[in-house]
Structure formats: C-alpha cells, structure tokens
C-alpha cells in the first residue's frame, strides 16, 4: 500500500466521497425526476431506496475497497482470484467509460453556463430564447467540444497531483464552497413570493401520480446519486485509512447526498413558482428554464454565476471519482506513471465525450432504439450497468467474501454489532438483490 496513495485525514475522506456522490445527480438530474414523478411523493420513496438499497450497497464497495487497497479490477482479482466474479471489477472500469463519456458533456454544459453567467451575456433572454440557446449550443461541434476539453484538462490535471494532493485537497476545498452556495441560494428560494407552494411542492406528497416508474425512477437515481455500482466508491475507500469507520462514513454520505438534493428542490421549485414556468421540464429544467428565473430576478446576475458555479463544483468533484476509477486501473495494472495514465485516460474521454456531445448535431441520426448516442449511455449507465454492478458487488459481498473479513473491514466486536451485522448480511443477500432485481426487470415490461 506504501506506494499507493492514500486520504490524510478523516475530513478528507468524507470530503472527497461526498464530493463524487454529490453531482449533475443532485441538483440537474433529481429535481426533474422529482417533477416527473409527482414531488414529495418521490422524494419518500427516494429516501426509502437510499436507506434500504445504497447504505448496504456503499458499505459493500467501502468493505472491498479498504480491505484490498486496490483500484477495482486489482480489488476483484485479489478478493476472488480465478473466479468469474473477477469480471465485476472489469464491468466497473466500463460502467467508468460509459458514464465519463456523457457525464464529460454535461459538466461542458456547466462551464459554458458559467460562462455565460459570468460574461453577463446569459441575462435578458425569454422562454423560448433559452430552449433555442441551449438547443443551438448543444447541437454545436466546436463549442461544446471545447467545453469538454477545458473539463477533461481540469480533471486530469488534479488527477495526476494525486489522491492527497489533488483529489483530497481540491475536495476539502470546493465542498464546503459548496454547501455555502447551496445554502445562500436557498435561503434567496425561500424569500420569494412562490416560496410556499414551491416548499409544499417539495415536502407534500401527491400520490396520485405514484406509478410503478417512480420506484424505477428512484431506485436507479439512488445507485447514481450515490456513485454505486461501478467501482467509485471501492477505488474511493481503497484510500482510506483504519481509523475510518465504514458504517459511519455511508450513513453520513447518504444523509448528506440526500439533504443536498432535498436543498436542489428548495432551490428550484419556489423559483419556478414565483416566476411562473412548469416544473415538469425534463432535463433541460436547470439549463433551458433556470435563466428565464434569474432574468426575472432582482441581482438576477449574482444568483446566476453562484448558481451555475454550484452546478459546476457538484459536476467536476463527481467527474472526478469516475475518472479515477479508470485511471487508478490503467496505472496499477499497466504499471503506469500516474501522469501517463490520466492522460491517456483523457484523450479517450475527449474523443468519447465528442461522440456523444455530437449525438444532439451531425451525429443525431445514429440511434439505437430510436436513442441518440448521449441518451443511450445514459439509459445503458443508469438503468443497466449500475443496477447491475451495485447487485453483483451486494452479492458478491454477502455470499462469496469471508464474512470474516466483512465483519473485521465494519470493526464487529460487540454482541450488538453482531446482531446488527447479521442483519446487514441478510440485506446484501436478500434484499438489495431482490429489490434491485424486481426494479430491473420490471422495466423492461412496464
Ligand atoms: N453520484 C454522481 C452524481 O450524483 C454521479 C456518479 C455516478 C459518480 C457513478 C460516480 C459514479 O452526479
């Protein structure tokens, strides 16, 4: 492990995972969700999913992790030599492809925003000017692809610092930035004069529009808000030190992820109250319909660039933790200089991240299933690939893995640690396989 680097502080650790678990997840992808899916009712049952399915399932990836101080192929390999489980660890490093390549895109869409915001050329538009700007920018082939560029540069530049230097440092950084934009922005939410049908939306269930697709939809926003499923989070914890305790650290995260997309909703919805625009505006919620609010706002130029610069910290930290995955696999295993491998790693998500930026313009006609090349990983991502991965890894965990090593990575010393680790086994053997399944295959029905 000496050669390997590793987190320096317990700060740093929570501070870092949370910084991957806190995305585009949170605050671009859940609040339209949440509109899709009837509000509060959602919200319920997100909040089910994250305590019954992802605190087991992150814990699984934290026991893999620390347990091997290896990036998730290396993990697998060591835990189950010869045995097909060894696959797990390479469909991680390729759920890390899938995802990278669209996520990249979207974190271009952030820095462009915030440029626009910053520029104060974002300002001033109306509705339809907003749906056209996005449209016009995200169909683009140099634009975007730019974007991209400047995202990936970023990225692999903290990457190749290393985990203490680069990862932890920038996390302990931006985070707690973070936290204080959500905050501001929030409280400027619940002064507005829509603030409580915007609040009632956000906390009064409807269960009226509670379909079998919102535990679809909440299941699979849980695997991806959480970053489980593909390795992150095991080549997260494969730097943390002993002194970290495991149970803890997920509870905190889980509790954090969720309280920063449950602020996401503070933020948007009394705004999209007072202003008067729908909230059931599928993804283009936070990018087509957000600027018509802030032009209509007082100090409307303020709340943007603080706004689009929340959006862009959330987006790089996450981007970040799925980049690793990938590097920390090229350079463990092909004995590669951190450098090298990051910028391999980077040329291949520009030329990705290009193909499906280019998916919304000339590349518009290639689809399969009738999904352009950007909506087809995404659907690939979250709807297969993690579902998939975070089951596996749960059972993998829970059947295969000496339960003595799972009960010594979770510090099981008293009897009433026991009990409760016995029934942890009994959720990563039962039922976070079987709620996954059920949600996985009834899909493909509904
Ligand atoms: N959790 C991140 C988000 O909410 C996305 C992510 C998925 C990161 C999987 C790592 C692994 O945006």
Redesign the pocket.
């Given at each position: 492990m000496s050669s390997r680097g590793s987190f320096a502080s317990k700060f740093g650790v929570l501070m870092a995972t949370v910084g991957?678990?806190?995305?585009?997840?949170?605050i671009?992808?859940f609040p339209y969700q949440m509109a899709n899916n009837g509000g509060a009712a959602f919200l319920l049952i997100y909040v089910v999913c994250v305590f019954l399915v992802g605190v087991p399932a992150m814990m699984a990836e934290f026991v893999i992790g620390r347990q091997t101080h290896k990036n998730a192929v290396g993990a697998f390999n060591q835990l189950a030599p010869n045995k097909a489980w060894r696959g797990l660890g390479y469909l991680g490093v390729f759920?890390?492809f899938v995802?990278d390549s669209y996520?990249c895109v979207v974190t271009g869409w952030t820095v462009y925003y915030l440029y626009l915001a910053v520029s104060g050329s974002l300002l001033g538009n109306s509705v339809e000017g907003y749906d056209e700007l996005f449209s016009t920018f995200a169909a683009g082939e140099v634009a975007p692809i730019v974007t991209i560029i400047i995202v990936v540069m970023i990225t692999s530049g903290i990457l190749v610092m290393g985990v203490r230097n680069g990862i932890e440092k920038v996390s302990k950084l931006l985070m707690p930035m973070l936290f204080m934009l959500l905050i501001i922005l929030a409280i400027n939410s619940c002064c507005m004069s829509g603030a409580v049908e915007g609040l009632k939306y956000v906390f009064v269930p409807n269960f009226s529009q509670i379909g079998f697709d919102s535990f679809v939809g909440a299941a699979g926003q849980a695997?991806?808000?959480?970053?489980?499923?593909?390795g992150?989070?095991i080549t997260y914890s494969s730097y943390f030190g002993n002194d970290v305790n495991l149970t803890r650290t997920a509870t905190q995260i889980a509790v954090i992820?969720m309280l920063v997309a449950i602020i996401a909703g503070i933020i948007i919805f009394p705004a999209v109250f007072t202003f008067g625009v729908t909230p059931e505006q599928g993804p283009g919620l936070v990018l087509k319909v957000f600027p018509v609010v802030f032009t209509r706002m007082s100090a409307g130029y303020i709340w943007s660039v603080l706004f689009y610069l929340l959006l862009f910290i959330?987006?790089l930290t996450?981007?970040l933790?799925?980049t690793e995955?990938v590097v920390a696999y090229m350079a463990e295993n092909f004995k590669l200089k951190r450098w090298v491998a990051a910028s391999m790693v980077g040329v291949m998500f520009i030329i990705l991240g290009a193909c499906a930026s280019l998916s919304f313009g000339p590349l518009k006609s290639y689809t399969i299933g009738g999904l352009i090349i950007f909506d087809m990983l995404d659907y690939l991502?979250s709807n297969i690939l993690?579902p998939i991965g975070g089951m596996l890894t749960s059972l993998f965990v829970g059947w295969r893995l000496d339960q003595k090593i799972v009960a010594s990575q979770l510090k099981v010393e008293s009897p009433s640690q026991y009990k409760f680790f016995k029934v942890y086994i009994i959720f990563l053997r039962f039922i976070v396989p079987l709620a996954v399944g059920i949600v996985f295959i009834t899909q493909f029905f509904s």
């Open positions: 991957s678990a806190v995305g585009l997840g949170n671009w992808r759920t890390g995802i996520y695997f991806f808000s959480l970053s489980i499923g593909m992150a989070l992820d959330a987006a996450s981007f933790s799925i995955v991502a993690l």
